[in-house]
């Protein structure tokens, strides 16, 4: 990305310098692993649906600065054959020493999920949020890589073959060594409900998965009072039923960070979690 300004982007450029609007400009190189552009541009609302925040202050967050979101990848079993295990794709880019992955594991209620990857990093849970109405799980875990590897895999492993399963990893760099700050889960109900964690340092990684268990398909997003950094994209959809997504943003303020629905749906599992970045 960068280069050279095409023909209409440099008429469009020349238009506003002449009509005052603007008084210099700049082509800086696109940031390959940055996904999620922030569009809160002082309108009041963001493209993710959560009103505008403290975006304002974050004019000195580089796009290289502090952690960076690599990629993610999913897998799903929505057969309803009882499997005992199911992994993810491959993850394209290679993972260097003391990366973070984040996990998240749907399963039936009352399943046993360990995870685990293809270089064997060791994973921690960060909670699991249980909806017994609709004989649901939502289990997460975090691993700090300890090895350097390629084409690594993500597997949750079930402690009896389970039907309804899916599985979603996200790669970062730049956390520290011991990040898990804080978190909380949540099963919830009604209109836009949400659930907050308060970071112990900053600027951190506040990184939110919300799961609508209920065929609702409802939104949801991460405020915090930094910038949309990483994951945002829809995950889990399969046949218009359920609807998944991971969202992060970089927070500067030692502050409750909220996960929060925007729009309503009857049924809802989330969870946000609070990492440090590496010093």
Known sequence: MG???DVSTARVL???????????????????????????????????????DADADAGADAPNAGYRFVEDVEALDY?????????????????????????????????????????GDAFSSITTVDDSDHHTSLATFYGVTSHTSTNLTVTASFGASTPYVAIYAGHYAGLAPS?????????????????????????????????????GQASFGVSASGVARGGGAGSW???????????????????????????????????????????
Not at 17 to 31: F, K, R, Y
Not at 200 to 213: A, E, K, N, Y
Not at 256 to 272: E, K, R, Y
């Open 79 to 119: 057969s309803g054959a009882k499997v005992p295990n199911l992994s993810t794709p491959p993850l394209a880019k290679p993972l260097a020493l003391g990366d973070l992955l984040v996990v998240a594991v749907a399963s039936d209620l009352g399943t046993v999920v360990t995870v685990s990857d293809s270089a």
């Open 179 to 215: 990040p898990l700050e804080a978190s909380a889960g949540a099963h919830q109900y009604g209109s836009t409900p949400s659930l907050s964690a308060t970071p112990t340092s900053q600027p951190s990684l506040v990184w939110g998965f919300g799961f609508d268990d209920s065929a």
């Open 237 to 279: 959809q399969t046949g218009g039923m359920y609807a998944a997504r991971a969202q992060d943003r970089r927070a500067f303020a030692t502050s409750p960070q909220t996960l929060g629905w925007t729009a309503d749906a009857p049924s809802f599992l989330g969870v946000i979690a609070i990492f440090a970045e590496a010093p």
């Open 14 to 52: 020349a238009c506003l310098l002449a009509a005052g609007l603007v008084t210099s400009c700049q082509v800086v190189a696109g940031i390959e692993d940055v996904r999620v552009a922030d569009s809160d541009a002082g309108d009041g609302a963001a493209s993710d649906g959560i009103p505008a």
């Open 3 to 5: 280069g050279a300004l």
